[in-house]
């Protein structure tokens, strides 16, 4: 299903970058799938193998309103395809690629307690200009930390945590 996301998300991200509507299609594609991800009644509508292509195909066009149509065009063909299922993870690969193209770095930083917002900042500036990327930045606590800091930066984790360190102290002594 990965493969199929891939290459259905790196279509729509080509036509959308050709037609210098990136951002709209990608606004509008997370509208969809947020509106399918809330619906019960959509996901079994779109998900059913008893509903027809054609009448996927018609219900798209009502429920969908105002889409840009190399958007509509692409859904449309999910439909036919039997291929809407999996949207979610073509929404995941096209966010990555509009990521990538727009130079935007996520990352998140992990604490046991609130953190300064002005230290929240200067990491997410240092980050930036390591990187040379702009950089989403979000700050979450977690008591299960204990104490220190677990930095995620796209797909790479840092984990300066207490609890890491107590649990590679742990290791260590079973092994002896």
């Not at 292509?53 to 798209?60: P, Q």
């Not at 797909?155 to 300066?160: E, G, I």
Request: charged content about 30%; overall charge negative.
């Amino acid at each position: 299903m990965d493969e199929i996301a891939r290459v259905y998300a790196e279509a729509l991200f080509e036509s959308a970058r050709k037609a210098g509507k990136l951002d709209v299609i990608k606004e509008q594609l997370d509208q969809f799938t947020d509106a399918v991800d809330g619906d019960r009644e959509l996901q079994l509508f779109f998900f059913s193998p008893y509903f027809s292509s054609a009448e996927k195909k018609e219900g798209l066009r009502k429920a969908v309103d105002g889409a840009d149509p190399e958007l509509l065009n692409f859904l449309e063909l999910l439909c036919e395809k039997h291929r809407v299922p999996a949207i979610f993870r073509i929404r995941a690969k096209f966010d990555q690629l509009w990521a990538k193209e727009n130079r935007r770095l996520e990352v998140t930083v992990t604490s046991a307690v609130e953190l300064d917002p002005e230290l929240v900042q200067r990491i997410g500036s240092e980050i930036e200009s390591q990187t040379g990327q702009t950089v989403d930045l979000q700050s979450n606590v977690d008591p299960d930390v204990l104490g220190g800091l677990v930095l995620r930066v796209g797909n790479k984790v840092l984990d300066a945590s207490v609890r890491n360190r107590l649990e590679k102290l742990r290791k260590s002594v079973v092994s002896v």
